[in-house]
């Protein structure tokens, strides 16, 4: 890496390691196509009155859950794993955009202190260095709860994502340092969330990020 100050040559290589660890890995299978271009759904229910007439209609089916996501529709009987995954890919793309533009306090009430603070550092020691990372979701191709748990009444999910995503760091002059402006990389990341079952906020917590 080509740091802009001589001085920032070993800072500069941390903080590239840093961000690479927080948003992510490539997989590999990177493109250059032209480039143009957590919450929980709250459940709602209609009140139905009493009747002594038979429905026509038969009642719907529960929704159903993938092996991995069973525990936490036991433990929680209002879990709706589709409406999980639809919340988590919109935090997934509001929380690494806030990241790259170094905004961390619009996503402050759905991260965890230790993840907010490890996102922090990361952006500190990016400004340190005088540098810039420009990110662009292209689009987010799946997203899967891969593990779950309770702990202690505490619902964990481990969502993993896959993302086209462009991803830039630039100097002070505007000189890429990492990455390709024209280049889509695929991206894996796993991330954890989680929720206390007594608590009535139906939001889901950042509480640990990683590559996959």
């Given amino acids: 890496m080509d740091p802009v100050l001589l001085l920032f040559i070993c800072l500069a290589g941390f903080v590239i390691v840093r961000l690479i660890s927080v948003l992510g890995e490539r997989t590999g299978h990177e493109q250059r196509p ?50 999980f995954l639809t919340g988590a890919k919109a935090a997934y793309e509001m929380i690494v955009e806030a990241f790259a533009a170094g905004d961390l306090k619009s996503v402050r009430d ?31 191709e799946d997203a899967r709860i891969i593990e779950s748990r309770v702990e202690n009444g505490t619902l ?23 990455g390709d402006p024209n280049r889509i990389d695929l991206v894996r990341d796993r991330w954890t969330f989680s929720r206390q079952m007594a608590s009535r906020d139906p939001n889901w917590t950042l509480t640990a990020t990683g590559g996959a």
């Fill in 156 to 178: 964990v999910a481990v969502a993993q994502f896959t993302s086209n995503q462009v991803r830039v760091t630039r100097d002070a002059s505007g000189e890429v340092v990492d």
């Fill in 34 to 83: 032209d480039i143009e271009g957590l919450q929980r759904a709250a459940h709602s229910e209609n009140d139905r009155e009493p009747t002594d007439e038979r429905s026509d209609y038969p009642e719907p089916a529960p929704a159903a859950v993938s092996p991995e996501a069973a525990v936490l529709a036991e433990a929680d009987a209002d879990f709706n794993e589709r409406e």
């Fill in 110 to 140: 759905y991260v965890d202190t230790a993840v907010y603070e490890a996102f922090r550092a990361a952006v500190s020691n990016r400004e340190a260095a005088n540098q810039t990372f420009d990110l662009k979701f292209v689009g987010v």
